[in-house]
């Protein structure tokens, strides 16, 4: 398949096509080919790049894998408007847009409105290469502004020329980290009091841990281990030449099918050894979340949003509470607006969600690249879908930086919840972490 692929890169008739389809459009418009590269089923981690920007998402029950290489064009935004920026400068995009067929934009935005480091705080990019595997049939799309088809074939084989090693990950995890256990400890103490004063009535509390290794993390490993352990999440990753934030999601933000719009009320969490979602607390939290999507959703549809009865969801080890949520929205509804609606919702902020956030604001939460944001796949038709970026490491050399969040709610023990994020943390943690060999040393450490 790589084969194929440096063919089609390298053959006359490549930029031909893409010449033609560039005729009469304004210099900054994208122009995108996409070409067949025939049958043969490929993740293309072996792709993934060490030194320019590249987007992942991949879902391996579906048989989906995706890989963009590199930026035709993209848009960064921060700030309260940040998402409404980004909604304007793709409507930009999508107004010349040629192309002979499918064509993606990719998107990702951090939790915080003004969090800039170490991504961007929102960021759009429609990618130089995008290479899709969707039930075996394989293709390429090859995206360049109309102004610069000379330059942007010649610059292709650069693209493929470096990429990333795959070295395998350290072994050991390192001691536990008790005094900053004791930190979160005490800050759900503090959620508890607030929630039982009737401030607030959820507060979702993220917790991170560091890791050092000996060598650097392969982002490409890590993303092989997700696409094993958890093949019924959305595996996705953003990277540049420093960092890689990557992770295996159970949670859909939002989709946006014509006017079809699907979301994923998800709460509540399970373990080998835990309670059972079935607990009072469990089913409270993920009612809440119920509640608050239909809310959103509301304005933008012609009638009330549907929601099934909740469900087990399995997620590697976990299981989670699950309702999907279904509408019909007005026509001309973006999903840009759909996602600012939602986001952030009680699953990952609290409840109500004005509350939840000023208290979180002044308890100083911290959280690092686009953990708990949303990571998203746009089409030119206006059709697409957002996931919320959970289970997620930002990689950066010999570091690893892993977080997990819990929902704190009336009943929640402290005890509990930071079991819970262990949990949740130990989903990536075994990514990061083959299982050990008798060989193995201590090269990890916390």
């Known amino acids: 398949m790589i084969h194929a692929l440096r063919r089609c890169l390298s053959a006359p008739a490549t930029l031909a096509r893409l010449e033609a389809l560039a005729v009469g459009a304004p210099a900054s418009a994208p122009v995108s080919l996409r070409v067949s590269l025939g049958r043969g089923t490929t993740d293309w981690l072996p792709l993934l790049p060490a ?64 969090n800039n480091a170490p991504l961007p705080n929102a960021l759009l990019a429609i990618p130089t290469i995008l290479l899709e595997s969707l039930a075996g049939e394989c293709s390429v799309t090859l995206s ?110 939002v989709r946006l099918a014509g006017t079809r719009v699907d979301a994923d009320a998800l709460a509540g969490t399970s373990w080998p050894g835990s309670l059972a979602l079935s607990e009072t607390k469990n089913r409270r939290e993920q009612a809440l979340v119920v509640q608050a999507i239909c809310a959103a959703l509301a304005p933008f ?9 909740a469900r087990e969801h399995a997620a590697g080890q976990l299981l989670h509470l699950r309702s999907r949520v279904a509408a019909i929205v007005r026509p001309g509804t973006t999903l840009f607006e759909l996602v600012r609606a939602l986001h952030p919702t009680p699953a990952i902020g609290g409840f109500p969600v004005a509350a939840a956030l000023a208290w979180l604001a002044e308890h100083h939460e911290q959280r690092s690249g686009w953990y708990s944001g949303g990571i998203g796949l746009l089409t030119p038709d206006g059709d697409g879908e957002f996931s919320v970026a ?5 990689l950066a050399g010999n570091t690893a930086e892993l977080q997990a969040g819990a929902g704190i709610v009336t009943g929640s023990d402290a005890q509990h919840e930071l079991a819970e994020t262990t949990a949740k943390l130990g989903t990536v943690l075994a990514a990061l972490i083959p299982p050990l060999t008798p060989e193995s040393g201590d090269s990890l450490r916390a």
């Not at 590199?70 to 999508?94: E, I, K, Q, T, Y």
């Open 301 to 309: 549809c012609e009638k009330p949003p549907l929601a099934e009865p």
């Open 51 to 114: 030194d320019a920007p590249y987007w992942y998402r991949a879902r391996p029950d579906h048989h989906e894998y995706r890989l963009a290489i590199g930026h035709a064009l993209h848009v960064s935004s921060a700030g309260p408007n940040r998402l409404a920026a980004l909604d304007n400068a793709f409507a930009g995009f999508c107004r010349d847009w040629r192309r002979n067929g499918p064509a993606f934009a990719f998107a990702g935005f951090a939790f915080d409105a003004g």
């Open 390 to 394: 959970l289970r997620s490491a930002l």
């Open 144 to 253: 360049v502004p109309a102004g610069r088809l000379a330059q942007a074939a010649a610059e292709w084989p650069h693209w493929l020329a470096a990429p990333a090693i795959a070295s395998a990950p350290p072994q050991h995890p390192g001691r536990p980290e008790t005094l900053a256990e004791r930190a979160w400890i005490a800050r759900v103490n503090a959620a508890l009091r607030d929630i039982e004063a009737g401030r607030v009535d959820k507060i979702v509390l993220a917790r991170s841990r560091k890791i050092e290794a000996d060598a650097p993390f392969s982002a490409a490993t890590v993303l092989s281990q997700l696409l094993a352990q958890q093949p019924s999440s959305l595996v996705y990753a953003y990277g540049n030449s420093l960092h890689s934030f990557v992770g295996a999601t159970p949670e859909r933000l």
